[in-house]
């Protein structure tokens, strides 16, 4: 048995050592392609600088071939006119050397007068004998000295240090993180950068298991980069960032964890009307939705209490909110949400369809009336949109209305400050403030959603916008300006 366990130690070590020396072969062949491709594309690059150089040599020959033209052309040109000049100088003084010879006083005078007149007016006497032009071209010589020292420190490319991602720069709003970070040293051969992000829902360093893939976002030029258009829908995002030069990328920066936290709920189908269609975050009106079954429940109910069972009470937000009640009846057209708003500050916000005739959009406490509506009782708050004839807007809460003189937008922000006791809704394009609910919420609340005729899209994982908390800072700190409708509890 000894025997044998060493014979089968030494075959399996024999195949050890096989597979070595083929991966060993395998490794040395692509040693071998690997430098011919090295330096293939050494030959490209030194052949693309000696391409340079030679068009550079051309174009500079080319100036100073235009240059000796210009020159001997405006040499020519000087010599040309000097000669000419000459030529009628001599013609006039061999005609005044013939006038000395006249011995008739009158006709000596009126030669004499002809001489001057001539002379006068002689080009020899105008030109400048100065060449207009020097025959120096020593300002079309060149210096390599520089170039000569840059060539020769040319090296092979080195593989970039990894970015160090500066996290106070960082900033996580408005549904966007924008990431800085910076090279330990400066490197002016950095060609671009790459960003990879996750999320994740825990704090700190990233694990190995149960984590999403890295997303990657390449060739980022500068040394800060914004993502956009993000859904918060966990508590962290882990990001690294990646330098990377013409030929090699570096190592990956140190990970950093940012918090992403927001508040994320679906709609609650156990909650909802039977005339509604719910999926996840969208509603519809459904006209045709269980008619039978409403008057059969609606009759059972009557002596029903609206009191929760107590096998339903949990501890869980999620959980609470689902299976805690029946679904809405009569014209209590709502679904809820299935989590809970207990502290923070929070938002969300609502698309109508177009041809939507009525909604609301609100908070509940927990456990509202199977026949309840929102803004009708002293535990709902909502806005409420009737398009059915003519177009009304109103803030409502405890069976009172408030109209709001103001256009409808097509997309509402719904902006819960539990602990404050601050409910308010804004137009989400424009972060206008439509209306503010101030109270002492006593109780955890629901997002509430009512819908007749038309659909309701829901998007949550949002960040509270900059312009919301800016805005909230200035209302917070002027006073009397809380509505009629506010309730203090």
């Not at 508040?263 to 719910?278: A, C, E, G, I, P």
């Not at 949550?460 to 900059?466: A, K």
């Amino acid at each position: 048995e000894t025997l044998q366990r060493i014979v089968s130690t030494l075959v399996s070590k024999n195949d050890e050592i096989h597979n070595f020396i083929d991966m060993l072969n395998h490794t040395i062949s692509n040693v071998q392609v690997n430098s011919s491709n090295a330096i293939s594309e050494l030959d490209e690059e030194f052949d693309g600088l000696y391409s340079v150089l030679h068009e550079m040599k051309g174009s500079m020959a080319n100036t100073i071939q235009q240059e000796e033209a210009r020159k001997i052309q405006a040499l020519q040109d000087q010599l040309s006119q000097c000669s000419h000049a000459l030529e009628s100088s001599e013609e006039l003084l061999e005609l005044a050397v013939q006038s000395l010879d006249i011995k008739n006083p009158a006709k000596l005078l009126e030669a004499s007068r002809q001489i001057k007149d001539s002379v006068t007016v002689a080009s020899a006497f105008r030109l400048s004998l100065k060449p207009k032009v020097s025959d120096s071209m020593t300002h079309l010589m060149v210096d390599f000295a520089l170039e000569k020292r840059m060539l020769q420190a040319v090296k092979f490319l080195p593989v970039p240090k990894a970015p160090e991602i500066d996290v106070a720069a960082c900033l996580v709003a408005d549904n966007c993180i924008t990431v800085s970070w910076r090279m330990p040293e400066e490197d002016c051969r950095i060609d671009h950068f790459v960003l990879e992000y996750r999320k994740t829902n825990f704090d700190g360093l990233p694990r190995l298991k149960g984590e999403q893939h890295w997303e990657l976002i390449d060739y980022i030029k500068a040394t800060q980069y914004t993502l956009s258009g993000l859904k918060f829908d966990t508590k962290y995002m882990n990001l690294r960032v990646q330098a990377c030069n013409k030929a090699v990328a570096g190592e990956y920066s140190d990970p950093v964890t940012l918090e992403t936290k927001a508040f994320v709920f679906s709609l609650d189908s156990t909650s909802s009307h039977l005339n509604l269609k719910v999926e996840d975050t969208y509603v519809e009106w459904d006209p045709t939705g269980g008619k039978g079954q409403e008057k059969i429940k609606g009759k059972e109910n009557k002596n029903r209490s609206n009191a929760a069972s107590p096998k339903r009470a949990t501890n869980s937000p999620r959980a609470s909110a689902r299976g805690s009640r029946d679904r809405f009846a009569g014209e209590s057209y709502t679904v809820l949400g299935d989590t809970a708003v207990e502290s923070g500050q929070h938002y969300w916000e609502v698309r109508a369809q177009k041809d939507c005739k009525s909604y609301s959009v609100g908070v509940t406490y927990r456990n509202p009336g199977k026949f309840d509506q929102l803004g009708k009782t002293n535990s709902s708050w909502c806005i409420h949109i009737n398009n059915w004839l003519q177009t009304t807007f109103s803030a409502k809460h405890n069976n009172k209305a408030k109209t709001l003189d103001i256009p409808v937008p097509d997309r509402i922000g719904v902006y819960c400050d539990f602990d404050g006791g601050q409910l308010s809704f804004y137009n989400a394009n424009s972060k206008a403030l439509l209306h503010t609910f101030r109270t002492k919420f006593t109780q955890p609340l629901l997002p509430g959603f009512m819908i007749w005729c038309g659909g309701l899209t829901v998007s949550t994982g949002l960040q509270v916008p900059s312009a919301v908390k800016t805005l909230q800072k200035s209302e917070n700190g002027l006073s009397g300006s809380t509505s009629s409708l506010n309730n203090v509890a």
